[in-house]
Nanobody, 126 residues
Framework: QVQLVESGGGLVEAGGSLRLSCAASGLTFSMYSMGWFRQSPGKEREFVSA????????YYADSVKGRFTISRDNAKKTVYLQMNSLKPEDTAVYSC???????????????????WGQGTQVTVSS
């Protein structure tokens, strides 16, 4: 049974930082590209970032480029999202997702991902 479990969310002031983690089990983690998406109430799910199977290629939404960094540790079966200079508009539930293959099929397309975590809440106060 595949499980993706996010952690690291919380409440932070604008300008602050958080580091999200997504621990995977039940799949050959190193064979999957990984992505982060977010969704806030009343809005569509939004692509945040993605990373290839070994971490050599990364992808970011324009809204987070230069502030967020995605990384992975295949030995720990974990993908991370370091979020700096957080803004109130970053407030959302952040979910990780797994896409079978060495490169993300289409990084920003949520339908391309095979497995999803439940998400972790990030709240940025102004």
């Amino acid at each position: 049974q595949v499980q993706l479990v996010e952690s690291g969310g919380g409440l932070v002031e604008a300008g602050g930082s958080l580091r999200l983690s997504c621990a995977a089990s039940g799949l050959t983690f190193s064979m999957y590209s990984m992505g982060w998406f977010r969704q806030s109430p009343g809005k569509e799910r939004e692509f945040v970032s993605a990373i290839s199977f070994r971490g050599g290629s990364t992808y970011y939404a324009d809204s987070v480029k230069g502030r967020f960094t995605i990384s992975r540790d295949n030995a720990k079966k974990t993908v991370y999202l370091q979020m700096n200079s957080l803004k109130p508009e970053d407030t959302a539930v952040y979910s990780c997702a797994a896409d079978w293959g060495v490169l993300p099929t289409t990084p920003a397309n949520s339908a391309a991902y095979n497995f999803w975590g439940q998400g972790t809440q990030v709240t940025v106060s102004s």
